[in-house]
């Protein structure tokens, strides 16, 4: 009985095996080759979410400030790489500062 679930195990751990070389496989065909639009979809999408939730620092009226209001916390560490990336060498006169 004890052969029988060694058997199952290393076959299983085989099959796992595998299946992630498969998934790696997938991944560096499909993948790669658009790894750097995704990331730069990524960037463009949280550039806005943070020109949303900071657009009162810049001088915009936020009509949504209500609901980016508890987004704030959570982006607020992120605050001072972003404004580096956008251009300005210091952050916005407002609420807080970074540098």
């Known amino acids: 009985m004890r052969a029988g679930v060694r058997d199952t195990d ?12 498969a998934r790696d496989i997938y991944e560096g065909i499909y993948l790669v080759p658009y790894r750097t639009t995704i990331h730069r979809e990524y960037l463009r999408q949280r550039d806005l979410l943070f020109v949303l939730g900071f657009s009162d620092l810049l001088g915009v009226p936020n009509p949504l400030q209500f609901y980016t209001l508890e987004l704030l916390p959570e982006v607020l560490e992120q605050f001072h790489e972003w404004h580096l990336r956008m251009g300005m060498d210091e952050a916005p006169e407002g609420g807080f500062r970074c540098c």
Request: charge should be positive.
């Open 10 to 21: 290393r076959l299983s751990s085989e099959l796992l095996r595998r299946l992630r070389r």
